[in-house]
């Protein structure tokens, strides 16, 4: 039994030993199928082609490049959607003068093919001659260019207030292009895209519809369509056509000026908007016939000489075919200046009012607010007359004082009398009567007193009677009647002075004695004189002459 023991403690170290060398075995044929694997996965990947997917529009160039890591001297080759071969290394293989080679190495291979049309689309493949062969595909997506678009419906004439349909269409693109409208750059919706397939092509024609509620204000809008679409930029495709909106006209008449005056030539103008432009007018006084003297002369209303009588409302009626408008204006003809006389177009307005208060509570009277006008003289070169506003005033009566005298009536003075003497007025007799018109409408002005300052003629309403301590004294006005009148005397005293020296210069011009009378003066008869001319007498004394 002990032998037997033995023989088992002798055996397990041999089988140990047995199981020990068969698992380092495996272990290594593992490790060497692994590696091999690794090493067959990097030659796989050294020399496995690559390409990349391409897109082009129709008529374009594209470009297709192959590339592999390491090569065996292995050529690379690129096929079509054929299979057929377009460039084997260097070598051309297909001709075709569109296909061009870039640059051909051991490891790249680069070619170009321009003017690409929609029959080149599809997947072309780079190969490279190894143990297998490997290759690579690239797909090539050609672009169909859609074309212009065009615009239908502008044919039928389209009046304010009702609706047009309009048509865009635009063919020729891959994959189908989209559409777009809008009004004067503003986007509008239309209905949604028909997309329809093109025969014997692989293109599409896209259709798109648009409905309009057009007023006047729409007439002449860009109505525009749009592609949008991947071969081309936005905005490269667009068409643009104007609105036409037929309405009827607007109308408003146009004055020749905004002053119209007697006597002057003059029109109004009747402008009608209207599409089409109105052609037809017709001319009416409101409440009443057209003046004789107006002439109508189409789209203008003439006045050969304006007067009074032609105020009042015109009105003008346009037609255009389409419908009729109507404007009207208001005539106010205004008076014609007279030189010579102050001529009262209209009261002036208001430009400010004031009251002065009493300075003494005690005497209610002694202030009031009065308003006073004041007008360009009949000399002055202005035509329209201006008004100022200011404050006059007078004290009031006290016992030392005389009382204030009432207004005096208007008296008009010539521009002569103005000229010479600014304060002087001549009476009521002396100049023709002549009475302004009174404009419509407004008060009579009854002026108090008529003193010119400046050029300016100042009347004083005589309304309330009015004081201010603060205003000019009315004795101002006396004041300057003296001043005048003294210069008038003076000048009537020179003037006199002159007759005077002038009659005695005349009377002895030339009045002188000469030796030819010499002793003629004292002779008693004639024959004397002879004698003592002749120096008969010597005892008489000699004669001096003077001049004067």
Not at 78 to 104: C, H, M, P
Request: a negative charge; glycine letters at 6%.
């Amino acid at each position: 039994m002990s032998v037997m023991r033995a023989r088992d403690s002798m055996a397990f170290p041999s089988f140990q030993r047995s199981a020990f060398r068969a698992l380092v075995a495996f272990t290594v044929l593992l490790a060497t199928s692994v590696r091999s694997n690794d090493v067959n996965n990097n030659d796989e990947e050294l020399f496995q082609p690559v390409a990349q997917d391409e897109t082009v529009a129709v008529g374009g160039t594209v470009t297709l490049t192959c590339n592999v890591k390491e090569n065996d001297n292995s050529s690379l080759q690129w096929s079509n959607t054929a299979q057929q071969t377009l460039y084997f290394g260097e070598q051309r293989a297909l001709r075709d003068n569109r296909i061009q080679l870039v640059k051909s190495t051991s490891t790249e291979l680069i070619i170009t093919i321009s003017n690409v049309q929609l029959s080149d689309d599809g997947d072309y493949t780079c190969s490279i001659f190894t143990m297998p062969v490997r290759t690579a595909r690239a797909t090539v997506t050609v672009l169909g260019v859609p074309g212009k678009p065009v615009i239908t419906g502008f044919e039928d004439v389209v009046q304010e207030n009702s609706k047009v349909t309009l048509t865009c269409t635009s063919s020729g693109s891959k994959p189908p292009a989209k559409l777009h409208w809008y009004k004067d750059n503003e986007e509008l919706q239309g209905r949604p895209d028909v997309v329809e397939s093109n025969p014997d092509e692989p293109t599409y024609t896209v259709t798109s519809e648009l409905t309009l509620t057009v007023t006047r204000n729409d007439n002449n809008a860009m109505i525009a369509c749009a592609v949008d679409h991947a071969s081309i930029t936005n905005g490269d495709k667009k068409t643009e056509q104007p609105l036409s909106v037929l309405f009827s006209p607007s109308v408003w008449i146009q004055p020749e000026s905004d002053l119209p005056r007697e006597a002057e030539k003059f029109y109004l103008q009747c402008v009608g908007n209207g599409n089409p432009e109105p052609t037809a007018f017709e001319w009416e006084k409101k409440d009443g016939e057209l003046p004789p003297l107006v002439k109508v002369d189409g789209a203008f209303l003439r006045f050969e000489s304006l007067n009074k009588s032609d105020n009042g409302v015109y009105r003008c009626q346009a037609d255009n075919g389409i419908g009729k408008g109507d404007g009207s204006y208001t005539l106010l003809v205004q008076d014609l200046r007279d030189p010579d006389l102050l001529i009262l177009n209209s009261p002036p307005p208001l430009l400010h009012s004031s009251t002065v208060y009493p300075t003494s509570p005690a005497d209610p009277s002694v202030s009031a607010s009065t308003e006073s006008k004041t007008y360009p003289s009949p000399s002055s070169s202005t035509s329209v007359p201006t008004s100022t506003q200011s404050i006059s005033s007078t004290l009031a009566p006290s016992p030392t004082t005389s009382p204030s005298l009432p207004p005096s009536p208007e008296i008009p003075t010539t521009s002569f009398s103005n000229a010479l003497f600014p304060d002087l007025s001549l009476p009521p007799s002396s100049v023709p009567a002549h009475t302004p018109p009174s404009p419509p409408l407004s008060p009579p002005v009854t002026p108090s007193s008529v003193p010119r300052l400046n050029g300016v003629y100042t009347f004083t309403e005589a309304g309330e009677s009015a004081a201010d301590p603060t205003a000019m004294s009315t004795s101002s006005g006396v004041d300057h009647a003296v001043i005048g009148g003294v210069v008038a005397v003076i000048v009537f005293i020179m003037l006199c002075l002159l007759i005077v020296l002038g009659r005695y210069l005349i009377r002895h011009k030339g009045t002188y004695l000469t030796h030819e009378a010499k002793g003629s003066d004292d002779a008693p008869d004639a024959d004397t004189a002879i004698i003592n001319a002749e120096g008969g007498h010597s005892g008489v004394d000699d004669k001096k002459e003077y001049f004067i």
